[in-house]
């Protein structure tokens, strides 16, 4: 799918493209590009220690937490891969406290409606 077909990039070829997103310089792939789009095992090898972590920390601070995480993510995978990997959390997550915050404005006055809503 390109979602801008008359753009200018749509014209490069592959190399010329990477090398507009600073994927490729000299011909080389950038720490950049091997981050966004690289695989588990050059990521790992590149980058010994190479994780993403998404926590989810009950409470407003880690002080006042009960646990150190509810729910926890981690992953070895590139970034533009982890990326989607957590916005699906995020979507589950957001749909719970969407239908918690539906339910709770039943029970409030107009002017805590107005609050919850702005």
């Known amino acids: 799918m390109n979602v801008n077909p008359g ?6 070829e ?4 990477l090398q507009k ?8 792939v950038t720490y950049g590009g091997l981050l966004v789009f690289g695989t588990e095992d050059i990521l790992t090898s590149a980058m010994t220690h190479y994780k993403v972590e998404y926590l ?4 407003t601070s880690y002080e ?3 646990t150190r995480h509810s729910f ?3 992953s070895e995978q590139n970034l533009f891969l982890t990326f989607f990997e957590i ?3 995020l979507q589950v997550v957001q749909k719970h406290y969407s239908k918690r915050r539906h339910s709770a404005l039943k029970y409030c006055t107009p002017e805590e409606k107005y609050k919850l809503q702005h």
Do not use: M, Q, T, W
């Open 72 to 74: 926890r993510i981690s």
């Open 56 to 59: 989810e920390i009950p409470g």
């Open 7 to 12: 753009h200018r990039y749509n014209a490069l």
């Open 21 to 28: 997103l600073g994927v490729l310089i000299d011909n080389k």
């Open 14 to 17: 592959d190399r010329e493209f």
């Open 87 to 89: 916005y699906e959390r």
């Open 64 to 66: 006042d937490a009960s």
